[in-house]
């Protein structure tokens, strides 16, 4: 029988019990909070100085980050005095810092990510080639941030998921399938950009304009959308613009708030949970409209088999349906599909922009340039010439501004790889969770690749092509290295030559005198802190009309 001195002493157990079971999970989680926060990272620290790499102490959470941000908001206040190109140092001042105390090479840490910082064309080379197989794959901030907004495209994908995807996705952006694409790049430049140029000239000489950046944007959009979902264009557009919205909802965060008030901490807390409804509507409306265009792309392709597959959603699918692809393992779904299509959106407008408005200003800047492509567009395609891709690829001039332009202003500056298990590179020993990270400018003008004169804009450099210009294989990479270089890179030079081309065949153009060069990095890419103000002139029976350029 239960006495009640045997139930008191049961009941007594039990509560000793959970006090004892509170106590280690708690023990547990400080265990582990010490573990992840100090230890680990006192540990690595410790492992990676025996190697001879050693760096800034980094803080508990954030690891360098604060000390990064503070050091580049001193940096970028105020812009250069002049339009040169050695702007490394100013726009990644902690590099130049943490190089000075610590050697080429060094360890820093973004939260509680260990990074390391490379310069060595040779080992970098071993890093994005696949000669470790598997060993590196893309797991930083950046990957994240573009896995929220895309899902699972290819962009952020690793390992066979993404090997399969990559072999999916690279037919569509091959030679002839390109051909067709020339016709929307050279309707949305007119269209939005030139058309638009001759209103703001309204029948004057030359005019200002106050800043091109967001025209530019603009015109890449509107490429993508047509490029894109050719046949549900006024649909894509809209998703487009929601799409831009959601980027910068998913890439900017909310400034902390000022004051510790009760009332800015209210106002704090409405707009994070006004933001994140906000996401969350774009998230579904934009999900909405790209099923219905992958639906529509289907139907339409399944109907009609004379289809001349011309955007990229249906040469998508054109390829995802080649025989063989099934048996290779390697074809999409309708939800791969709709995430594809939703990274082309951002991979697509955004680097091109940032390509053109540094090409614009350095043209801007070398009126000289502007008249050799001038005259080749003219022996090439005729003056108003319609373009056609056999053409773009014969304009040499072009080509050299447009390399030399990535190779000095390169639209993503930075990028990196992750062990995700530990390697051996030649004496060093990487272990798994490091992060390699590289700055693509500085190898852009490493002195013994590129030469004394390697912040100069000298297009001359290119004029052999790029495999004579760079001295080794790391030391152009505005495209990336190895296997997962650029997929779309021979569309996005495309791109860019047919719509310079066709604005140096309307106009001639100069920097402003308001122009103040400053360029920061804004997200992921290097864009110009104050826009970037031009004159503009039509050309005159094919003569620039403005001053400098005669
Ligand atoms: C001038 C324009 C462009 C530049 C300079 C550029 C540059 C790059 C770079 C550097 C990477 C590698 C990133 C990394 O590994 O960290 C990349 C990857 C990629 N780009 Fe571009 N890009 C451009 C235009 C485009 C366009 C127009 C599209 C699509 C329509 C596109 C789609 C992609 C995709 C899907 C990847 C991921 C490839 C993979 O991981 O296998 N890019 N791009």
Redesign the pocket.
């Known amino acids: 029988m239960l006495t009640f001195e045997k139930l008191e002493f049961s009941r007594k157990t039990c509560s000793i019990a959970t006090v004892v079971l509170m106590l280690t999970i708690i023990l547990y989680r400080v265990l582990t909070i010490v573990r992840t926060y100090i230890w680990k990272p006192l540990w690595y620290r410790r492992a990676m100085e025996a190697q001879g790499i050693s760096g800034p102490t980094p803080h508990v959470l954030t690891g360098n980050l604060a000390e990064v941000q503070a050091l580049k908001a001193d940096a970028w206040i105020t812009p250069m005095n002049v339009v040169r190109h050695d702007y490394v140092d100013r726009l990644f001042p902690h590099y130049r810092l943490w190089t000075q105390k610590f050697g080429p090479r060094f360890l820093f840490w973004l939260g509680l990510e260990p990074v390391i910082f490379e310069t060595d064309p040779d080992l970098i080379k071993e890093v994005?080639s696949s000669d470790h197989k598997g060993a590196f794959a893309?797991f930083?901030p950046?990957?994240a941030l573009s896995k929220k907004v895309t899902g699972d495209?290819?962009?952020?994908?690793n390992g066979t998921k993404?090997l399969h995807?990559?072999r999916a996705?690279r037919p569509v952006?091959q030679g002839e399938q390109l051909q067709g694409l020339v016709e929307p790049i050279m309707m949305s430049t007119k269209t939005i950009l030139l058309d638009k140029w001759d209103r703001l000239l309204a029948g004057s000489r030359e005019c200002c304009i106050e800043d091109i950046v967001p025209h530019i944007a603009a015109l890449?959009g509107d490429v993508?959308a047509r490029?894109?979902f050719r046949s549900s264009y006024e649909d894509s557009n809209h998703a487009f613009e929601q799409h831009k919205e959601l980027v910068k909802l998913e890439f900017y965060r909310q400034p902390l708030p000022c004051s510790w008030t009760p009332g800015s901490i209210t106002s704090y807390i409405s707009v994070s949970f006004q933001r994140f409804r906000r996401r969350r509507e774009l998230h579904a409306s934009i999900q909405t409209t790209i099923k219905r265009m992958v639906d529509k792309a289907i139907a339409e392709e399944s109907q009609r088999s004379d289809y001349v597959h011309k955007d990229?959603l249906s040469l998508l699918l054109a390829v995802n349906h080649l025989p063989g692809t099934i048996d290779g393992g390697f074809q999409m779904s309708k939800t791969d599909l709709t995430h594809?299509a939703r990274?082309?959106y951002t991979?697509?407008?955004?680097?091109?922009a940032?390509?053109l408005n540094w090409i614009m200003m350095l043209l801007a800047n070398n009126p000289i340039w502007q008249e050799r492509i001038y005259e080749e567009l003219r022996e090439v395609c005729g003056v108003d010439g319609i373009l056609t891709m056999q053409m773009v690829n014969k304009l040499n001039n072009l080509s050299m501004v447009v390399f030399e332009a990535?190779r000095l202003y390169?639209?993503?500056p930075e990028?990196?790889?992750t062990a995700v298990r530990d390697v051996q590179l030649g004496k060093l020993r990487i272990m798994k969770g490091t992060s390699i990270s590289i700055c693509?400018p500085k190898l852009h003008r490493l002195p013994e690749f590129w030469g004394d004169d390697a912040n100069e804009f000298r297009p001359e450099r290119f004029k052999d092509g790029v495999s004579a210009a760079r001295k080794h294989p790391v030391a152009y990479?505005?495209?990336?290295y190895g296997?997962?270089?650029?997929?779309?890179?021979t569309?996005?030079?495309l791109?860019?030559k047919c719509i310079i081309a066709m604005i140096i065949q309307r106009f001639s153009f100069q920097l402003s005198p308001n122009y103040l060069h400053a360029p920061i990095i804004v997200g992921v890419s290097i864009q110009p802190k104050h826009g970037l103000p031009i004159v503009l002139a039509r050309r005159q029976d094919g003569k620039p009309v403005l001053s400098s350029v005669q």
Do not use: D, H, N
């Open positions: 994005f893309k930083g950046q990957t495209a290819l962009f952020a994908l993404w995807r990559r996705v952006f890449t993508v490029t894109l990229f594809e990274s082309f991979a697509g407008y955004q680097a091109p940032t390509t990535l390169t639209p993503a990028t990196a790889r693509i990479m505005p495209f990336s296997p997962r270089y650029c997929v779309a890179r569309f996005a030079l791109e860019v």
